[in-house]
Structures are given as structure tokens and as C-alpha cells.
DNA sequence: CCCTTTGTTCGGTGACATCGAACGCGCTCC
DNA sequence: GGAGCGCGTTCGATGTCACCGAACAAAGGG
């Protein structure tokens, strides 16, 4: 009734399922009747869930509210670890954080949304860990545009038809052919810069990881606008992050 | 049929779309046919569930195959985020890991059994990735020594009844009564010993992390016996564990 | 101590999860 | 190159079980 598109091949006792999931991170927890109450179904169904997803540690109970347990902790380190991406990518981010300074990203690229994969700290860990494993927009981020670049024309018209191109900042690309414009930029000169088109005074500089011809994630070094000059980005980052990719296609071909 | 307990109050449902996550993660993606074979489901049914997660990023499809999401690594990051024991023991454990030189780890427990939520890596991070996020028996390590000894005696009882004590080597606690023994002197002297009880030829020592009277977790020091002699462990590293405990129960009273 | 609100249990019932057969496609192997 | 196997996907028919609502049991709060 809430969601009007029924129209999938899905099962529908999943979709309460993952409606209950998203409640309880929405909420940080909660309660049955609360559960219900918000995802419009009947009390017991609700508690039916969760005792599945309680047996499967997926759930915890902790008084009476329950919260999203560290199952999802679990089989989300193993998603990342099976990434190649992630494996062959690691240590070359930690050397481009100690060599720049400056905060290091692999990201990598699923269902049209890009996700911050592994990250180290430049200044603070603190942010790190704020948007290790979130979800973001491609067009407004410089490994986003970097993996949009490399990927078939169709697939970029696909994404920008599901997703949009919201405006982060006033820099935000939100119009199609310019977009269209800055990846044809970006795949003629190899790389791509992010300057505050996603968070205001956060500039950023990012290369494709490509393997079999396909773009797998990218790389990417990002900070404070004062101190990552386009100067700078084009020059001293971007031969680093040149060395890194080399070193990542190395170990992917030999992985 | 296969699963013998059919008696709780859970979702059937939602029972088999485990079971398929699961054999996901074992086999590293499957196909359709295969799936059905091995959850001894309907080849349509397993298509159902795999549509379901496959609009929500629980799973991606490469090809013919399908392969478990990095929605579950978001709700992995989210769920770990919200613990407690990690925003307030993280640095901890970092200055930890660098001062010893060996590794740390932050680690907690639901439903009866540990998990490495954090580490630092010591000499090589590669095993650090390895732990991170798996779930270990209580009994055998550290850390998971030191939340037994301060966890009430019924759901000690409770944990080795459904766990029980594995031998994991042959130093390994595998008697009920010694492990009270153990977990005794573990209360009274205020840390935890591991020597060689999990995996041969590694030591640590851990200290639990308690709050409001219950214990959240706990903070450990591992590495290899030889430099992880017992007098080391009890003598500098304990003063450190100390140390750092002393810091998170501060940070964790004015969260 | 009552009275509200919570989580939990319990049958009855019709929606829908499940099944099996059929389809279309890509592959391999004569 | 076409016959045949295997795959993922679709489609109805069917009977199971996910769902509901009412009743129950605890747990606070006034």
C-alpha cells in the first residue's frame, strides 16, 4: 500500500523483512509494537520476524527493544573481503595516506551507487570510520566520476535515470550533458578531480582501478580545499596515486 | 526436513532466505540452480528470494551468478558503529597496538559467543583483516575469558551448554570445572591469560570492559609466545591494559 | 495498587510462497 | 550447424503458512 511497486517478482515476506531491518537502524532499535506500528503490520508478524532474525544473530534483544545485531557485521566484513578490489588495493591506500598526508580512498561501485570501501585517516580516523561502508552518489565525488567514465554509455544513462544528480553543493553537477562533458574530460586525461562538488571545501583527486577491461572501484586521495590546490592534485597526488594503480594492476593480474 | 527444529515461533520463510545467504557466503556466489539444489528448495523460489535481496543490494548478479552485497558491509559498518565499546575504545586499542608493538583487539558478545569488532595489526595487518568481524567460542581466548568471568553464573551455564567447550588446542579449557576455576581467578585477579589456548604459539592477555555494572566487552593484547612471555603480559602490557581501560570507562561514563 | 502499555501466544483464514512444468537462451559436442 | 543439455527466468495452480486480531502476561508509572 505504502510502496506502489508490487509489480516485481519478489517475495513479499522479505519485503516486511527488509522493511523491518531498515526500521531498526533508522531507530537505533525499537520496540514490537513500535515496529509495527511503522511498517503497518500486525504485532505478531513483526515478532515472528524477529525471532527468525534473532536466531540467526542478525537480531539482538537488549530489555525490551530489539537492535541489529552483529551478523550484519560479520558478513559484511567477508563482502569486502572478497572484493579484489579491496585485497589488492589496501595497502597501496595506507601508503597514499602516510606519503600525502591526506585522507586515502578505495571505492568501488554496486547498483548504480558508489561505496566507500576502505579508507585511512590522513588527520582523524574519526571521519574514516563516519563514511567507511555508506553509500553515495557517483556524480558528485571524484572516484564516483572516475568509475562513471569507464563504464558503457547505457549503464551511465541507466544510472543517472534511477538515481538522479541531486546537488550536493552549489559546484554539484546536476545537469546531464555537462556531465556527459566531464566524463569525456575525465576518460581523456585519466583522472578526476572533486572540487567541492559534494561537501563545500573538501576538494579531491581520483583514477580507475580498470581489470579485464572493466572498471572494478577507484582510488582516490581527498582533504581541505586550502591544502589539495588543483596544482597540487595534478601534480604530486597524481603521480602517487599513477604509482598506486600500477601496483594494484600488478597485484590484481596476479592475485 | 533437513533442519530437525522446526518448533520455534519463527518465519519458514525468512528460514530458507538465510539459508541461502549463508550457502552464498560458503560457496562465494552461486547460481539459481545450484542454490535450489543445496537449500532442497524450487529453483523458482530461490529466484524469488535472490529478486528480493537484489532490490535492497543484499546481492549482486555477475553474469550467471549471484554473489552477496555490500548492503550487508554498510549494515555491518552501521551496526558496529553504534556499539558502545568501539566509539569509546577505539584510540585505545590504537595506542595500545603501538606502544606493545603487538596486536590489539577490541572485542564483545552476543548471543554466547565473542567477536573481534576492532583490531590493530602489530606486525602485519593481513591477519587483522582475517579476524575482524568473525565470531570466536568464549572460552579459548582472552578477551572472551574476561567477559565470562564477569557475565552472571546462569548465562556462563546457558553459553556452554549450547556452545560447549571445544578443544581448539591442547591447552585448550575443554572441562566445565576448570573453567570455573579459571574464570574465578580471573575475577579475582582482574585479567585474563591466553597461552596458546586458542591457536598454538599465540599468547594474550585481556581485561574486561564494564559498564553500568554489566561487562560490554573487553580489551586485549595478543601476539606470539615468544615475546608474550606471562611475565611480560602481567607486568608491562597489564599496566597499559590498565591504562587504557581506566580511559574507555571515563569515555564510556560520559558518552 | 490499579491501569496502561509492553512483548508474547494462539487459532482461523485467505493471501501468497512454493512447486513443477514450460520457455528462451547460450553453450558444447558431435 | 543443429541437436541437446544446462542455465536463469516466467507462469499458473495449489495448499501451506504468513498474517491478522484477540487474548494473555509482565512491566512500569501514576
Redesign the pocket.
Known sequence: MNRESDSK?????DE?LFALIELLRERDG?????LARAA??????V?????SMRDHGFVV?R???YHLGLQFFDYGQYVRGRLDIFRAGMFAADRLERETGEMSWLITHQGGKAMYVYGRGGENDIDVNKLLGTWAHMHCNSGGKAILAHLPEDEVNRIVDTHGLPARTDDTITDRDELNEELARIREQGYALNQSEDLAGIHAIGVPLRFEGEVQGALSVAGPAHRLSKERCEGEILDRLRAATNEIDVSLAYR
Chains 1, 2 share one sequence.
Not at 503497518?40 to 508478524?45: D, N, Q, R
Open positions: 517478482r519478489g517475495v513479499k515476506s516486511t525499537a520496540g514490537v509494537t513500535e503497518g503490520v500486525a504485532k505478531s508478524t515478532h515472528g520476524h524477529l525471532t534483544k530489555g525490551q527493544t
